[in-house]
C-alpha cells in the first residue's frame, strides 16, 4: 500500500518547470471539457457523427472526464492516477478520428485546406491529441513536480512518518 502512496504522491525530482506542462496539459482538457458542454458540435453531435453508442451520455462523460481532470491537472492533484485515462482517451480519440481521415471516409467535416485525406491529413491533424498524449505520458511516467499539491502532500506525509521512523531506530 505505501508503494501506491509514494507512485501516487512522490517527492518528485522532476524539474520545476514541469509546471509547465501540468499547466499547458490541464488548460487544453479543462477548455476542450467545457466546449463539449457548450457547443453540441463538439459533444453529442461529435460522438453521434462518429458512430459512438449513447452518444449523449458519453459526451457527458468525456466531458466531466476532461473538464474535472483538467482542473487535477492544474493543480498537481492526482496527477498520475488522472493520467492514466487521459492516455487512454487519447489513444481512442486518434484511432476514432484519425483512420477515417485517412481513408477519406471521415464523417466530421475535412480540414480547411489540402491535404483533406490521407498520410500527410492525419500528421497534420493529428498535432493536438499527440501533444496531449505525450504530456500525459510524460506527467505519468516523472510525476507532478514538486510545484504540485501531489508533492506538497508528499512532504506533509514524510513531515508525519519521520519521527516515527526515528522513534523506532
Known sequence: MNRLIDWLYPETEAPRATLLIR?????????EGLLKFALANQGVGR????????P????????????????????????R?????FVIEMIVAMLSTKIALYLGTSPLP???SPPQSGLWAVLHEIRSEWAQLATCAFLLLV?????????????KSTRKSA??????A
Open 23 to 31: 499547466l499547458m496539459c490541464g488548460s487544453v482538457f479543462l477548455w
Open 47 to 54: 460522438f453521434t457523427k462518429l458512430g459512438f453508442p449513447f
Open 56 to 79: 449523449a451520455l458519453t459526451a457527458d462523460f468525456v466531458g466531466t472526464l476532461e473538464a474535472g481532470g483538467g482542473v487535477l491537472l492544474l493543480a498537481g492533484l492526482g496527477t
Open 81 to 85: 492516477l488522472i493520467a492514466i485515462p
Open 110 to 112: 475535412l480540414p480547411p
Open 143 to 155: 510525476g507532478p513536480g514538486p510545484l504540485s499539491l501531489d508533492a506538497r502532500l508528499a512532504r
Open 163 to 168: 519521527p516515527r521512523a526515528l522513534a523506532h
